[in-house]
């Protein structure tokens, strides 16, 4: 494949059957996005707590937005949440439908996160460089469009009280549990791909910018 074809965006229709459906969702509904290596599935976590349930990375294993709809349909909690890197690639179509959810937008130094994407996959920076491209032309569009939104830098991650605000910015009505904040700030996750930890061979790592085409929402 041509590796300008991982670049392509390509939207799911959006049907009044669609609209109709989420105008009855009863949920306060939330999205995490940012660029890989963002600590993205830390934060996925730490919003998955009492009436909370954060999806970590969903998105790319749902065919369409009737899917993701599914997804929010079968929580019971009163907040429920997506983060996925993946999502930015969508935000225009995301906002148009979901235009009342909660943003949040997580930032990181790009040579930081292209470095550890890099280590992380074994991919070329090459390869690397030209997924993080398509990544901060989305986040431009998102910060144009989404004029309601919170963000934080990867560099305030560890401090309590960032963390806090952007807590209750998303889960206003459940009280900020500090005891959490302390197991969780312990600990390290790591994206897995096939049950296996990376780093993956630069081959399979081409595959998975490859796979996007077939498992984001679109």
């Given at each position: 494949?041509?590796?300008?074809?991982?670049?392509?965006?390509?939207?799911?229709?959006?049907?009044?059957?669609?609209?109709?459906?989420?105008?009855?969702?009863?949920?306060?509904?939330?999205?995490?996005?940012?660029?890989?290596?963002?600590?993205?599935s830390w934060f996925a976590n730490?919003?998955?707590?009492?009436?909370?349930?954060?999806?970590?990375?969903?998105?790319?294993?749902?065919?369409?937005?009737?899917?993701?709809?599914?997804?929010?349909?079968?929580?019971?909690?009163?907040?429920?949440?997506?983060?996925?890197?993946?999502?930015?690639?969508?935000?225009?179509?995301?906002?148009?439908?979901?235009?009342?959810?909660?943003?949040?937008?997580?930032?990181?130094?790009?040579?930081?996160?292209?470095?550890?994407?890099?280590?992380?996959?074994?991919?070329?920076?090459?390869?690397?460089?030209?997924?993080f491209d398509r990544w901060y032309?989305?986040?431009?569009?998102?910060?144009?469009?989404?004029?309601?939104?919170?963000?934080?830098?990867?560099?305030?991650?560890?401090?309590?009280?960032?963390?806090?605000?952007?807590?209750?910015?998303?889960?206003?009505?459940?009280e900020f549990d500090i005891g959490?904040?302390?197991?969780?700030?312990?600990?390290?996750?790591?994206?897995?791909?096939?049950?296996?930890?990376?780093?993956?061979?630069?081959?399979?790592?081409?595959?998975?910018?490859?796979?996007?085409?077939?498992?984001?929402?679109?």
């Amino acid at each position: 494949m041509d590796v300008s074809e991982l670049c392509q965006h390509n939207y799911p229709p959006i049907t009044s059957e669609l609209k109709e459906r989420i105008s009855k969702i009863d949920k306060k509904i939330f999205f995490i996005l940012s660029t890989a290596r963002c600590r993205s599935s830390w934060f996925a976590n730490l919003f998955t707590y009492k009436d909370s349930f954060c999806y970590n990375e969903e998105t790319r294993y749902l065919n369409n937005w009737d899917e993701l709809v599914d997804r929010i349909e079968e929580r019971s909690e009163e907040y429920v949440g997506f983060e996925d890197p993946e999502l930015l690639h969508y935000i225009s179509a995301l906002y148009k439908l979901f235009p009342n959810a909660t943003y949040v937008l997580l930032e990181r130094d790009r040579e930081d996160s292209e470095v550890s994407l890099c280590n992380q996959s074994n991919a070329p920076r090459e390869l690397v460089s030209m997924k993080f491209d398509r990544w901060y032309s989305d986040i431009e569009v998102f910060k144009s469009i989404v004029l309601d939104y919170q963000r934080i830098d990867f560099d305030e991650m560890d401090d309590r009280d960032e963390v806090e605000r952007i807590w209750k910015y998303i889960l206003p009505n459940i009280e900020f549990d500090i005891g959490r904040w302390n197991l969780l700030t312990a600990l390290q996750i790591t994206v897995t791909m096939g049950g296996k930890p990376f780093p993956i061979p630069m081959s399979s790592m081409a595959v998975y910018f490859e796979l996007e085409k077939l498992t984001d929402i679109r």
